[in-house]
């Protein structure tokens, strides 16, 4: 089955600084998505972004189907940004959804 | 649009009883997954329905789980005979069906603990 790795695994911030999320996945899929999991266990979606480049505010993404990996970015963060960021796809065979291990992450006030 | 919601909330049982959890997804969403999550982990597929009919279920769904849709609504997953290592939480997700892909709206989640 596909693997999904996430980089890197942990990471602190100080208050306003940038951040990169990198999500490496070892076949091709059809799906792919980025979650914020808050520190109450609750999962929100963020971006559905099989392909292509999108921004939300603060957050954006880009996938790079071809060569298998999917960059989450994070400007000026803010300590409600903290939390764990997973990376989650589908194959193309079907709906079974993959997800990484995350990368969790600190922001400082 | 109320969300997707999950109940109980929080649930603990001794091992070898039985328990049951309830999903209800985002009014007319077709779709209805549901995950295992660990401690430090991120979530496991269990199983995808699409309207009231199971059409993947993972190889972490032994014997001893079963999940319904009966009517393409709710859901709900059964454990029998709980071993402390199901001890997680059972996260729930729908989507609207309309795409081939689409994104997934989580739920709260249940959280077991078996002793």
């Known amino acids: 089955g596909i693997q999904v790795e996430q980089s890197p695994p942990d990471l602190i911030l100080q208050e306003g600084a940038n951040s990169t999320l990198r999500c490496n996945f070892s076949?091709?899929?059809?799906?792919l998505q980025w979650f914020h999991q808050n520190p109450w266990g609750q999962l929100i979606n963020l971006f559905y972004i099989p392909s292509g480049t999108k921004q939300n505010g603060r957050l954006s993404a880009t996938t790079v189907a071809t060569e298998r990996y999917s960059l989450l970015y994070i400007s000026s963060s803010q300590t409600t940004d903290s939390g764990v960021y997973f990376c989650a796809v589908a194959d193309t065979g079907g709906f079974k959804t993959i997800f990484g291990a995350g990368t969790r992450l600190f922001v400082k006030a | 649009d109320t969300g997707v919601s999950q109940n109980p909330r929080h649930k603990i049982t001794k091992r070898g009883q039985n328990v049951t959890f309830r999903c209800d997804p985002i009014s007319e969403h077709n779709r209805l997954y549901w995950y295992r999550q660990t401690l430090g982990q991120g979530p496991e597929f269990l199983t995808y329905?699409?309207?009231?009919?199971?059409?993947?279920k993972s190889r972490l769904l032994s014997d001893r789980f079963s999940a319904e849709r009966p009517k393409g609504s709710f859901s709900t997953l059964e454990i029998q005979r709980t071993e402390q290592g199901d001890s997680a939480m059972y996260l729930c997700a729908s989507s609207p069906g309309t795409e081939y892909q689409e994104t997934q709206y989580f739920g709260p989640g249940t959280r077991l603990l078996v002793l």
């Open positions: 076949d091709s899929v059809n799906n």
């Open positions: 329905f699409q309207n009231e009919a199971q059409l993947e």
